[in-house]
C-alpha cells in the first residue's frame, strides 16, 4: 500500500524554522522525484519545492531562498526545511510523488502550518 505520511508542522513566530517530514512506504522510492505542496482554504494547491531522482531541486517563487527539500533515500524520507517562516507560509502542507513536474497519485493528510504572534 503506498503511503506518504507528512509530520513536523505545527505553530511558530514569524521569523522562526520549522522542518517538514514525509516518510514514503508501499513503493520503490529511488525511482521518484517528489514535491511538497501546499494549500489555504479556498486557494488551490501550489508548489512549494519539488526534488528529482538524482536530487535536483525546484521552489515556488514565495519560498526561494528560505525553503529547502531534500531526500534520504535510504530512509525513504523527504524533508522540506522552512526558515524565515512569514504569516502568508500558513497552510497544510503536503507531499507527493511526482513525475515530471506532476503530481502523481492520492494525496495524503498534510501538516498544518500555522506561522503566526
Known amino acids: 500500500q503506498v503511503q506518504l505520511v507528512e509530520s513536523g508542522g505545527g505553530l511558530v513566530q514569524p521569523g522562526g524554522s520549522l522542518r517538514l517530514s514525509c516518510a514514503a512506504s508501499g513503493f520503490f522510492f529511488n525511482i521518484h522525484g517528489f514535491g511538497w505542496y501546499r494549500q489555504v482554504p479556498g486557494n488551490q494547491r501550489e508548489l512549494v519545492a519539488g526534488?528529482?531522482?538524482?536530487?535536483?531541486?525546484n521552489y515556488g517563487d514565495s519560498v526561494k531562498g528560505r525553503f529547502f527539500i531534500s531526500r534520504d533515500n535510504a530512509k525513504q524520507m523527504v524533508y522540506l526545511q522552512m526558515n524565515s517562516l512569514k504569516p502568508e507560509d500558513t497552510a497544510v502542507y503536503y507531499c507527493i510523488r511526482r513525475i515530471g513536474a506532476a503530481p502523481f497519485g492520492t494525496w495524503g493528510q498534510g501538516t498544518q502550518v500555522t506561522v503566526s504572534s
Open positions: 526534488i528529482t531522482v538524482g536530487g535536483s531541486t
